[in-house]
């Protein structure tokens, strides 16, 4: 079987010549998920592919083939949400795609500085990104290539279960248990004590969770409610010194490595260390993340 090459939606070997492929397409560009056709002349072969086209979280058409094969994730969540569904699809992941610890699969780098030349050497039907995680510079260079970029922005843990079920829908071709568990789990409200925080992110400088997050949408779901939820930024530098009243400081392990010895000191009320991947990723964590960062919070 030949290594596949991405171009334009459709395929080709890459011992072919570009001028020996004569491209005769009809695609869907009408609807949400509207399938087309292409037919690819490769010498005396003439091969015939589908094709949909669906719209990502920012509302852009991302066409893919009918069957998606190759992935590559540079969003360390959405690795892990594609590797607990259908690990076999991943092809490339950044160096941060830490979930699942075994996947073996070849590194991109990082969010903000991905391979460019390794992501198009790997020929993904698709690359999967984040508004918030990835520079737009280096997914329109993506696109420019001629590579399908599917962009997710959640910004509440019910637009994460939705964004990652039209993800998971359009790739694998439906919704994985785990992500049902994961509904099940959110779908109860919170009714018990509440509590001020604020959650610090980074440190020189003091930066802290502000307006429209996923992760302080998550807290309030489990009755911490952020003191910087109405900043004009989403991640505003802080003082710790010059805030507003609090009752703690919820100090997660990532971005920034917090920990006990290093974050707690600099305030003057209760510090709880948490764990960041499950108050900071949508996915497969969200199964287990309500529980589990209640307790790290001491919520009833």
């Known amino acids: 079987m030949p290594k596949i090459l991405v171009e334009k939606g459709f395929r080709r070997t890459p011992s072919m010549p570009e001028t020996d492929n004569k491209f005769l397409a009809t695609r869907g560009r009408f609807g949400p998920d509207l399938a087309g056709s292409a037919s690819v002349v490769l010498g005396n072969v003439l091969i015939e592919e589908e094709s949909k086209s669906m719209y990502d979280d920012l509302h852009n058409v991302v066409e893919l083939p009918r069957e998606v094969r190759r992935v590559v994730s540079i969003v360390p969540s959405l690795t892990e949400s594609i590797a607990a569904t259908d690990a076999g699809k991943i092809v490339g992941a950044t160096d941060w795609c830490t979930h699942p610890a075994d996947l073996d699969v070849t590194r991109v780098r990082g969010t903000k500085n991905p391979d460019l030349a390794t992501i198009r050497a790997l020929a993904p039907d698709v690359v999967l990104a984040n508004a918030e995680e990835n520079r737009a510079v280096d997914l329109d260079a993506l696109r420019a290539a001629g590579i399908a970029v599917w962009v997710t922005a959640p910004t509440t843990v019910p637009e994460s279960l939705d964004s990652l079920g039209r993800m998971l829908s359009a790739i694998v071709g439906a919704e994985p248990r785990w992500l049902h568990d994961a509904r099940?789990?959110?779908?109860?409200?919170?009714?018990?004590?509440?509590?001020?925080?604020?959650?610090?992110?980074?440190?020189?400088?003091?930066?802290?969770?502000?307006?429209?997050?996923?992760?302080?949408?998550?807290?309030?779901?489990?009755?911490?409610?952020?003191?910087?939820?109405?900043?004009?930024?989403?991640?505003?530098?802080?003082?710790?010194?010059?805030?507003?009243?609090?009752?703690?400081?919820?100090?997660?392990?990532?971005?920034?490595?917090?920990?006990?010895?290093?974050?707690?000191?600099?305030?003057?009320?209760?510090?709880?260390?948490?764990?960041?991947?499950?108050?900071?990723?949508?996915?497969?964590?969200?199964?287990?993340?309500r529980s589990l960062l209640s307790g790290q919070l001491g919520v009833p």
């Open 184 to 289: 099940e789990v959110w779908s109860t409200p919170y009714d018990g004590m509440r509590r001020r925080a604020v959650i610090p992110i980074w440190r020189r400088p003091w930066m802290a969770l502000g307006r429209d997050t996923f992760a302080g949408d998550l807290l309030t779901r489990i009755g911490i409610d952020n003191i910087l939820r109405e900043s004009s930024e989403r991640y505003p530098r802080i003082d710790p010194d010059a805030l507003p009243e609090y009752d703690i400081v919820v100090l997660p392990d990532e971005p920034y490595a917090f920990s006990p010895d290093d974050g707690p000191e600099a305030f003057g009320k209760p510090a709880k260390c948490v764990s960041g991947r499950h108050l900071t990723w949508y996915g497969p964590s969200l199964v287990e993340a």
